[in-house]
């Protein structure tokens, strides 16, 4: 039978096409909505590409990928939010908030009057309160709470910051006041709770699963308070948002948004270039000049709170040596990378901090690409014939369009000093998966966040606790950089942390568990009639404000 495209399927093949089965760690396929003719669909919706996979449809769950880039500013509210362009925290559901304690104790007003999404699958009988807060909150935090283990007790982003660990107690005062008592003060614990991986979840919805059996389905079937509500999923192909007509900011512009994860690389450019894609998420440097020249196409570039970087197996001979991780990064032409992948589109990372973080270190320097001086070292060491397994993710992200090819380049350069890599691809979790078992010897891997505190980088990446966590696929603990981000937690004064963070990366410099490569901008491109979209540095934004402006014409 005939392969339908995506957009077949939106010009009216909904009903008709069939549904198939969902593998049981894929979040359930929805049920079929009616048929959506042409014309409504350019009139009320738009579709969005993007290289992507779905394991989850709730971010606290996810340590990465689609649901934190795209999916979860649409489905989901969080507590505070950060405005994209003074990179300043701002009320979201928390109307208002109270420092005391010196940073130990945080007490949130919460907004009234916000409701979560009427669905085909539950109807709420109430508005969000304080009762959503505390549930969500203490899923991840208490290991006797009911939904703690359902769908696995992993929680990646707050492992890694070992959040349990830091909360003492989050209470109810009232319907819409919230306090968090922690162990101790914590000066990023805000920006933490802005981040995507901080959604407020219905309690009345985890009750109403909980009395059926069905519990696993809260992440599958999400119920949040944000400006879409999820329509449809098709494993692998495309996620259907619909408008939530009761959106507490006001009722989103489009009825509808359609996220398109079904074609990768040139084939989402075809797409953008036909109408059959209206945006296309992190399209590739190279095709910047195709993108710039087309009349009916627009561009967005902003700085982004991102990092690529290649991670040394730390707990692996010989790169347990930090001479030998040091002679690869000399190895390594990093100019090359960025003529070849970014094509002026990024730049080179000195740090894992990316330059618009308050604490980066401005002092701090790019590796020297230096081969000669590489090979005396391996000489040195008796280690001129080594073999190395490097292991590459297959999909592009906003820090690396081509990780595939970046990882051909490292092949290249390591050969001239006598080193072989073995690039082995990989994909989504199967990569998280095989990584932790520490067989790999290297990994091409980034880091973003929705985050301007540096402890949302430092601690996710490389912290000890983030080796359990999933998210420090260094494996790299060192008690004295531990200790180093615990002190920059404990004051309020932003000179002190910073001097705190600034000796967390010399230890990092020295150490080298991981070799920054490049800090890129965000890319985006849209069609010409495509309005509202917001591209901040932290991740994508609400579509609520996004439109089709009719009157534009289309460029000849």
Same mark, same amino acid.
């Given at each position: ?9 939106l ?21 079929? %909505?009616?048929v ?9 919706g ?80 109430r ?16 290991? $006797? ?16 910051l ?7 107690s ?12 922690? *162990?101790k ?11 995507h ?19 696993e ?6 119920i949040?308070?944000?400006p ?32 398109d ?34 009349p ?8 982004g ?14 790169? *347990? ?25 990024? =730049? ?6 990316? %330059? ?17 001086k ?61 990584l ?48 180093l ?17 600034? $000796? ?18 965000r ?30 014409? =289309?460029?000849?």
């Amino acid at each position: 039978m005939r392969r339908l495209t995506l957009w077949m399927l939106l010009l009216g093949g909904f009903a008709n096409a069939a549904i198939s089965a969902t593998p049981p760690e894929q979040p359930p396929v929805t049920s079929p %909505r009616p048929v959506v003719q042409n014309a409504d669909i350019r009139q009320s919706g738009f579709v969005y590409c993007v290289n992507g996979m779905v394991n989850t449809f709730n971010p606290q769950k996810a340590s990465s990928g689609l649901i934190i880039d795209t999916l979860a500013a649409q489905l989901y509210d969080r507590l505070l939010d950060v405005d994209p362009y003074t990179y300043r925290l701002i009320p979201e559901l928390a109307q208002s908030w109270e420092v005391l304690d010196d940073g130990a104790t945080y007490r949130f007003h919460l907004r009234k009057d916000v409701p979560f999404q009427t669905t085909a699958w539950f109807t709420p009988t109430r508005k969000m309160n304080a009762d959503d807060v505390v549930f969500s909150t203490q899923r991840i935090i208490d290991p $006797q709470n009911h939904y703690h283990s359902v769908n696995g007790d992993d929680y990646p982003y707050f492992d890694s910051l070992q959040f349990a660990h830091a909360v003492k107690s989050v209470k109810k005062l009232d319907d819409y006041t919230v306090e968090f008592r922690l *162990n101790k003060p914590d000066a990023s614990f805000l920006w933490h709770l802005a981040t995507h991986y901080a959604p407020i979840l219905s309690a009345e919805y985890a009750d109403d699963l909980q009395k059926k059996g069905n519990e696993e389905q809260i992440d599958r079937q999400p119920i949040g308070t944000g400006p879409f509500q999820l329509s449809e999923y098709r494993t692998g192909q495309y996620v259907r948002l619909a408008r939530n007509g009761e959106y507490w900011k006001g009722v989103p512009r489009m009825a509808q948004v359609v996220i398109d994860m079904g074609v990768g690389g040139t084939g989402r450019l075809s797409k953008l270039l036909t109408g059959e894609c209206d945006v296309l998420a992190y399209p590739a440097a190279s095709q910047l000049s195709i993108l710039r020249d087309d009349p009916r196409l627009r561009l967005t570039l902003r700085p982004g709170m991102n990092v690529a970087y290649l991670a040394f197996n730390t707990n692996k001979a010989p790169l *347990n040596d930090p001479r030998i991780r040091q002679a690869i990064a000399l190895s390594i032409n990093n100019q090359r990378l960025m003529q070849s992948i970014y094509y002026g589109t990024a =730049e080179t990372a000195a740090s894992i901090l990316p %330059r618009a973080s308050w604490a980066y270190d401005s002092n701090a320097t790019v590796t020297e690409y230096n081969p000669d001086k590489a090979r005396q070292i391996l000489k040195d060491l008796g280690q001129e014939k080594l073999t190395l397994r490097l292991w590459v993710p297959t999909v592009s992200q906003s820090y690396n369009p081509s990780p595939l090819k970046t990882a051909e380049l490292i092949q290249a350069d390591l050969a001239q000093v006598g080193i072989k890599v073995i690039i082995v691809p990989v994909e989504g979790r199967f990569q998280e998966a095989r990584l932790m078992e520490m067989n790999h010897d290297l990994t091409l891997a980034g880091w973003a966040t929705d985050s301007n505190d540096p402890d949302s980088f430092f601690r996710p990446m490389l912290s000890c606790a983030a080796i359990r966590s999933q998210t420090n696929y260094a494996h790299w603990c060192d008690p004295d950089f531990d200790q180093l981000l615990r002190q920059g937690l404990l004051s309020q004064q932003l000179s002190q942390r910073i001097e705190y963070y600034q $000796q967390a990366q010399h230890i990092l410099e020295e150490q080298l568990p991981v070799l920054p490569l490049a800090s890129s901008l965000r890319l985006q491109a849209y069609r010409y009639d495509i309005k509202g979209l917001v591209l901040s540095p932290f991740g994508n934004s609400s579509f609520a404000g996004v439109f089709r402006d009719t009157e534009t014409k =289309e460029a000849p």
